[in-house]
T-cell receptor, first 114, second 110 residues
Framework: NAGVTQTPKFRILKIGQSMTLQCTQDMNHNYMYWYRQDPGMGLKLIYYSVGAGITDKGEVPNGYNVSRSTTEDFPLRLELAAPSQTSVYFCASSYGGGRTDEQYFGPGTRLTVT | DAKTTQPTSMDCAEGRAANLPCNHS???????VYWYRQIHSQGPQYIIHGLKNNETNEMASLIITEDRKSSTLILPHATLRDTAVYYCIVRPENNNDMRFGAGTRLTVKP
């Protein structure tokens, strides 16, 4: 199993540009998550999904959109990039999302908006 | 939701036990304590979790006080590869929103 994979690894965007961060998992997990991590800080949840066709907001959803058309894929869309969105983005997945459920994280996408 | 307090940084000698404390004095009775770590620039890695009883796995041990207001993660024989930021997280009621704080930066020294 490849686990959770993310593309691209690095990206530089100009203010106002759009992009999609890709995330794929091959563990047949139901739950998937997007986090962002600013320098020196912990991770903050942006959006999550409990299954195909179902998504919900996390702690910091503004400026982002998600979709979940398949179990494997959970792309994150930035429509109008802003410098405040400069961060490292991590995708994660878990089997059931319960209290005893561990999350598996991808390697991250480092995004710079200038 | 419950919050956690961890020291900003700690050092440990290679081969010795690393004991990482965490305070979670407002934890609810049905909330679990989770530990993750993040090795430089990588995605976080699950270590262990517990509710009331002490837990042990191949990576670490978790000691939770009887009143559940604090816990300690123990790496029994720290190696240089254990240098990382360690996050103590209390899992909130909604199950899906893990709140990562700043964590403890553990440096294992030769």
């Amino acid at each position: 199993n490849a686990g959770v994979t993310q593309t691209p690894k690095f990206r530089i965007l100009k203010i106002g540009q759009s992009m999609t961060l890709q995330c794929t998992q091959d563990m047949n997990h139901n739950y998937m998550y997007w986090y962002r991590q600013d320098p020196g800080m912990g991770l903050k949840l942006i959006y999550y999904s409990v299954g195909a066709g179902i998504t919900d907001k996390g702690e910091v959803p503004n400026g982002y959109n998600v979709s979940r058309s398949t179990t494997e894929d959970f792309p994150l869309r930035l429509e109008l990039a802003a410098p405040s969105q400069t961060s490292v983005y991590f995708c994660a997945s878990s089997y059931g999302g319960g209290r005893t459920d561990e999350q598996y994280f991808g390697p991250g996408t480092r995004l710079t908006v200038t | 939701d419950a919050k956690t307090t961890q020291p900003t940084s700690m050092d440990c000698a290679e081969g010795r036990a690393a004991n990482l404390p965490c305070n979670h004095s407002t934890i609810s009775g049905n909330e679990y304590v989770y530990w993750y770590r993040q090795i430089h620039s990588q995605g976080p890695q699950y270590i262990i979790h517990g509710l009331k009883n002490n837990e042990t796995n191949e990576m670490a041990s978790l000691i939770i006080t009887e009143d559940r207001k604090s816990s300690t993660l123990i790496l029994p024989h720290a190696t240089l590869r254990d240098t990382a930021v360690y996050y103590c997280i209390v899992r909130p009621e909604n199950n899906n929103d893990m709140r990562f704080g700043a964590g403890t930066r553990l440096t294992v020294k030769p």
